[in-house]
């Protein structure tokens, strides 16, 4: 079945320092990817969709500045938390969607930030 | 403003029972439910959904239920197995897609042996 990886499985940076977080679709292509966020005992946040080719999407109250999202390839999209807080501590998770349609969303593993 | 609820944080069953899930939404543009299923440090993992022109979608252990009257979806899960302990998330999207999904909260279902 569709495959998709993310990586790192988890990550711990100091305060002010960037994290790139990267999603990959192993055997589909995805133009469109999506990032969450899931704070603990919370539900799964959308913060924006990414789109192959052209800028994302950001959800209302969502730092573009903050969070870059590149998908620069129809199997990539990286999100990077730039000067991190440790507010930005959580849990971020990407999700694609086969291109050719007809299947649900398929999540990655996740990454677990800690900003120190 | 919460637009999908799942009231219950948790759920505990006897293995070989029903497991019953429930999810409440607001938004009346939602025409696509989804249900997935989360172990502890990883991404979820899609198990069933349902579309707003039907009103029951089955697959082997799992069934969900739509009523749409009442803005609720069920999961309905027999028997319940060990394996199935898990934090199960209801989500749904709107405008017939499968993307841009909205979540619930999750329900923590434990199957006890």
């Known amino acids: 079945g569709a495959v998709v990886s993310q990586h790192p499985s988890w990550v711990i940076c100091k305060s002010g320092t960037s994290v790139k977080i990267e999603c990959r679709s192993l055997?589909?292509?995805?133009?469109?990817m999506f990032w969450y966020r899931q704070f603990p005992k919370q539900s799964l946040m959308l913060m924006a969709t990414?789109?192959?080719?052209?800028?994302?999407?950001?959800e209302q109250g969502v730092e573009k500045d903050k969070f870059l999202i590149n998908h620069a390839s129809l199997t990539l999209s990286t999100l990077t938390v730039t000067s991190a807080h440790p507010e930005d501590s959580s849990f971020y998770i990407c999700?694609?969607?086969?291109?050719?349609?007809?299947?649900?969303?398929?999540f990655g593993n996740g990454t677990r930030l800690t900003v120190t | 403003d919460q637009q999908v609820k799942q009231n219950s944080p948790s759920l505990s069953v006897q293995e070989g029972r029903i497991s019953i899930l429930n999810c409440d939404y607001t938004?009346?543009?939602?025409?696509?439910f989804l249900w997935y299923k989360k172990y502890p440090a990883e991404g979820p993992t899609f198990l069933i959904s349902?579309?707003?022109?039907?009103d029951k979608n089955e697959d082997g252990r799992f069934t969900v239920f739509l009523n749409k009257s009442a803005k609720h979806l069920s999961l309905h899960i027999v028997p319940s197995q060990p394996g199935d302990s898990a934090v199960y998330f209801c989500?749904?999207?709107?405008?017939?897609?499968?993307?841009?999904?909205?979540f619930g909260k999750g329900t923590l279902l434990t199957v006890n042996p």
């Open positions: 938004n009346s543009m939602f025409d696509y």
């Open positions: 999700s694609a969607r086969d291109q050719t349609g007809g299947s649900p969303l398929h």
């Open positions: 055997d589909f292509q995805a133009t469109t």
């Open positions: 349902i579309s707003s022109i039907k």
């Open positions: 990414s789109n192959e080719g052209s800028k994302a999407t950001y």
């Open positions: 989500a749904a999207s709107p405008g017939g897609s499968n993307y841009k999904l909205t």
